[in-house]
């Protein structure tokens, strides 16, 4: 699986405004919205709060991968931000989040799902590539930099 090809360029929010968390989950969505599916942003940011409920996808090294399914989506979406100033994200290491991937996927995909959340993981797990995320220009760096490290894995 290759997570660049669920994250269109403009999908990329390289300085996001977002001070809180629902405000990060609503300016992540936005892009996805409404979509080929016609998806209502109230109704994606309350499931992905619904998720947050659960437990605080908040991983830890101020990354966030928040996530949610969505009976009417065809196929996975995804949206990537950067916080410069960092998010309060209830992470489980307690440190603010920087960097973001919001992941939406149709109820019945369990499977790729979870593969798209591991590759993210393991993507974001590598010090120096979230460094290089932080340090990035723009989006379109940003991009790139993510390209690159997905044709790695």
Not at 32 to 45: F, I, M, R, Y
Not at 46 to 53: F, H, I, Y
Not at 101 to 124: C, D, E, Q, T, W
């Amino acid at each position: 699986m290759k997570i660049i090809d669920l994250l269109e360029p403009n999908a990329v929010i390289p300085n996001m405004a977002a001070t809180t968390k629902l405000a990060v989950l609503e300016e992540l969505a936005a892009p996805l919205v409404p979509g080929p599916e016609g998806l209502d942003l109230d109704t994606v940011v309350e499931v992905l709060m619904e998720r947050e409920r659960l437990g605080s996808t908040g991983i830890g090294d101020h990354v966030a991968i928040p996530h949610g399914k969505l009976a009417n989506l065809k196929g996975l979406r995804l949206s990537f931000g950067r916080s410069l100033q960092g998010v309060n994200f209830d992470s489980m290491d307690g440190k603010p989040s920087h960097l973001f991937f919001l992941l939406l996927a149709p109820v019945n995909s369990a499977g790729l799902h979870l593969k798209a959340l591991a590759k993210i993981s393991r993507m974001l797990m590598n010090a120096a590539f979230r460094e290089k995320l932080m340090q990035a220009a723009d989006k379109y760096e940003i991009y790139q930099l993510l390209k690159e490290q997905d044709e790695e894995m």
